[in-house]
Nanobody
């Protein structure tokens, strides 16, 4: 298992941008899939985006064209660049690592988008 710590959340106006970071406690080079999930109040946690160890990415339809997920293996860090933010993007964002059939989660970082 790997420990994950997110940062970069905050309050932003609609149309603004934020970059989330997720630092891992060890090398992420061998981690097959790393991604971002989010959970809004009263809703289930949902997948936002993920990136594989080979660099392939996938996005939820609701964020395509606005969010970009990336990983820097040298820095053991996962990123989520969020642009053109909307009030409906308001949620707690969680970093996830899936390795050897084990899911590891960060503690989450709050993103609030005001209209």
């Amino acid at each position: 298992q790997v420990q994950l710590v997110e940062s970069g959340g905050g309050l932003v106006q609609a149309g603004g941008s934020l970059r989330l970071s997720c630092v891992a406690s060890r090398s992420i080079f061998s981690i097959g899939v790393m991604g971002w999930y989010r959970q809004a109040p009263g809703k289930q946690r949902e997948l936002v985006a993920y990136v594989t160890s080979s660099g392939s990415t996938s996005y939820a339809d609701s964020v395509k064209g606005r969010f970009t997920v990336s990983r820097d293996n040298a820095k053991n860090t996962l990123y989520l660049q969020m642009s053109s933010l909307k009030p409906e993007d308001t949620a707690v964002y969680y970093c996830n690592a899936f390795e050897d059939l084990i899911n590891s989660w960060g503690q989450g970082t709050q993103v609030t988008v005001s209209s």
